[in-house]
């Protein structure tokens, strides 16, 4: 397989096109020999991991891509806010989102956001983010949403509201197949996956506004989720491109922010993630951060060990394989 990777200066405003829906020869079988697909990266991640989620995403195309060539570009919506540092790797790496419709996208791959608003039409990226909802379903042939993009894809689409959990959902669970579909041919009757939410959406009002719930977990609920519209829209509430130790890195940060004093509840350990003697240490160090609260305490924080059968990565090699042979025509 091939990867490539481009950047492709044109305009430089901050608004898309307005939206137009292409003649299907040029979204689907404009391909001879090699099948070339141009995949859009909506990198919203927070600075934290903005690197960390190009390299995972990468890696899933790379070893999910075959014969095909993935022509690869990186987007970012403007109005997410940036330190200086990830701006000038934004500004040095990623396309201008108003290039979207000059490069024949095939496909999206759209992250979630760090949220800063209390309720997902306040935050700053919102209009950017439902007109590119609107794009996406007239000019991809398919579009996976990831996380907060998922739950604001069908806000906006549909008016679904998410829930908002008692403590975050974190962790590598166990879901299952709720359907056959074409995405999930050829993964495991269970397969593990990570997921990282303070909120939910419900399948009972998923099914009722037409979207298909695909795969599930008894302990994490709704996992991947889709709707047939102009464009496949195909939305993950859980994160098969982390690699091993992303929730680690996430359960360190927010155990430090708690410690900083920046937020009021101390996380939960991930779900199946650490090993039994690393529970035991991180519950005795829950305990002591809960009485001397205090930043210096993560210099004594617990050495880390995962499971062993966490497998992160493994189903979402065969999803987006599939997708891709979807994206070609296969």
């Known amino acids: 397989m091939s990867l490539v990777f481009d950047k492709h200066r044109f305009v430089s405003g901050l608004r898309l096109p307005p939206t137009s829906l292409r003649q299907p020869s040029a979204i689907g079988h ?3 020999a090699d099948t070339v697909l141009t995949i859009g990266l909506i990198n919203n991640m927070p600075d934290a991991a903005l690197q960390a989620t190009e390299r995972q995403f990468k890696g899933l195309l790379k070893a999910a891509a075959g014969p095909c060539i993935v022509d690869l570009r990186y987007f970012s919506l403007p109005s997410v806010r940036r330190s200086p540092a990830a701006q000038s790797r934004i500004e040095r790496f990623y396309t201008k989102i108003a290039d979207l419709d000059r490069l024949h996208i095939d496909g999206l791959i759209v992250t979630g956001a760090e949220p800063t608003a209390a309720v997902l039409t306040k935050e700053p990226y919102w209009q950017e983010l439902t007109d590119l909802i609107d794009w996406a379903e007239a000019n991809t042939r398919s579009t996976i949403w990831s996380c907060l993009a998922a739950h604001a894809a069908v806000l906006h689409l549909d008016g679904i509201e998410r829930w908002p959990l008692k403590e975050k959902c974190s ?11 074409w995405l999930i041919r050829d993964i495991p009757s269970s397969l593990k996956v990570s997921h990282s939410r303070l909120n939910e959406l419900k399948g ?34 859980g994160h098969p491109e982390y690699d091993a130790i992303s929730l680690q890195r996430e359960y360190r940060r927010d155990v430090n922010r708690f410690l900083a004093g920046e937020c009021n509840t101390y996380p939960a350990i991930p779900f199946g993630y650490f090993d039994a003697e690393t529970e035991q240490r991180l519950a005795r160090f829950q305990e002591w951060a809960r009485v001397e609260r205090n930043p210096a305490l993560m210099a004594e924080f617990p050495r880390l060990t995962l499971r062993r059968d966490i497998a992160t990565g493994t189903a979402g090699k065969v999803i987006f394989r599939n997708w891709l042979r979807y994206l070609a025509g296969h």
């Open 30 to 32: 404009r391909h001879n």
């Open 171 to 181: 962790g590598v669970f166990d879901c299952s197949k709720a359907i056959d579909d």
């Open 204 to 237: 009972s009002d998923l099914t009722a506004r037409g979207y298909c719930v695909l795969t599930q977990s008894r302990e994490a609920g709704v996992d991947i989720f889709a709707k047939t519209l102009r464009s496949r829209f195909i939305f993950l509430q």
